[in-house]
């Protein structure tokens, strides 16, 4: 199995804890869930840092360098169109066209 | 065709005409014709063995993606036990999140891919890949601006959309409060990338 998924057996029952403690127990309401979700999200992204730090991955992390900054027209470029790429397939997938987003509720 | 075809074929110069490959030079030959009982036999155990390639392959990707998808779909279900406005705000929002914020995370990150499997193998600095690393973090968090953008003027667009009022406006608080822990989610899927990249698999 992979680091990612060791990670999200930790943040995903820890997530829905977090849920249920900002809506209900906090009152947050409604908009304690993107809350909660949220710190979940940059739980896993922590987590999985520390799992590159202590355990394996690290050797390939020289620390910040103005290198990042150069060069970034080619990683733009194919980021772009990886965008595309996974929009076109979601899109059919999950029915998310028209079909949600105009009908009312 | 038999051996002696072929070769006479082989032989002859060829020209413009020629048949790249022979005809009927897949037939068995007399070696490997096998009895019918042991073909029955190593054909369902090539399947057998072919099914448990797939299955045990395949349920540590399905693990994951239940899992990562897990976080917004218990979060709809914890939140709309608070009444169907609720459930249906939170349902509309995160749909609208996965279909622009979580398509950098996930369509974006590819850029990793295809950058950081030819630096770690084709580089002799392995902290290439730490660097590539860092330029995903800064350009797709700048991908990332204009989405939020979108995501903070989002009421007068779902209210142009057809939606009632107080959707469009939920929904739109809904985002605003959501969109620092996007950003959360796309190096996430950054890190898994830069991981699964040196073949962090274990």
Known sequence: MRPGTYVLLITSPLNGLLNYLFVYTFKIGLLGAPLATGISYWLSFILLVLYARFVAGGECWGGWTRKCLSNSKTFAQLAFLGVLHIGKGSLRKTNLTGANLFSRH | MDNKSVLSLLRSSPAEQTALLPKDIDEPTEGEVLEEDDTLHTRARIIGKELSTLVKGSIPIILAYTLQNSLQTVSVLVVGRQSPEALA?????????????????????????????????????????????????????????????????????????????????DASRFLMVLAPGGLGYIYFECMKKYLQAQGKMA
């Open chain 2, 89 to 169: 705000t939170a349902a509309f929002a995160y749909m609208f999140a996965m279909a622009s914020g979580w398509l950098i995370a996930l369509g974006g990150t590819t850029a990793i891919d295809t950058l950081a499997s030819a630096s770690f193998t084709g580089s002799k600095n392995p902290q290439d890949l730490g660097v590539i690393l860092q330029r995903a973090f800064v350009i797709l968090g700048l991908f990332y601006v204009p989405v939020v953008g979108l995501w903070f003027a989002s009421e007068p667009l779902f209210k142009t959309l057809g939606q009632e009022a107080y959707l469009a406006r």
